[in-house]
């Protein structure tokens, strides 16, 4: 009855969803904005960049059709859509 779930989000979605259900892997769909390739990535395959600001927060993901670094905004849906499907997260802002 202690355990709260509210406020912090860490790096820990897998392990937090570890037991409550049985995982499917989730996809994700993405585009390229290079070679115009549209794909579906694992949650392996994205990373999410949680910067102090909106235009700090971003994922990103290598293409599987021409190799580009592709970088995105991230808005609130995506960052629940992302960390909820166990992409791994960063924080950017640094506590220094
Ligand atoms: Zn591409």
Known sequence: MSESASGVRGMTVASAFAGMRSVT???????????????????????????????TTFYSFTCPDCGASVRKPAGERIIELLTGGGVRTLRLHSTL
Request: aromatic letters at 6%; charged letters at 25%.
């Open 25 to 55: 892997p989730l996809v994700f769909r993405a585009g390229c904005p290079d070679c115009r390739g549209r794909f579906e990535l694992a949650a392996g395959a994205l990373r999410l960049a949680i910067g102090a600001t909106s235009r």
